[in-house]
């Protein structure tokens, strides 16, 4: 897939010289930075929601156990 992003021109130099030293194209520098990127900040749904109940002052279960008793009441 191909998309159209705009690097500043500093940076853009910056990533040209180092193609030039690894030997890779542009395209192939970019998709490893993607890659990496993702990689790096891809598992984040956990993290989000562990300890999300700590300060609720009631047990998970015991509230569950609470709302569920309520449809067969």
Known sequence: MQTLIDIPAAELERLE???RRQRLS???????AV??????HGDF?????FGLWRDRGE???V???????EWAA
């Open 26 to 32: 542009r395209e192939e520098a970019l998709r490893q």
């Open 17 to 19: 010289e180092i193609c």
């Open 45 to 49: 749904a956990g993290d989000e929601a």
């Open 63 to 69: 509230y569950q156990q609470r709302l569920r008793a």
């Open 35 to 40: 890659a990496e990127y993702v990689d790096r």
């Open 59 to 61: 047990d998970g279960l």
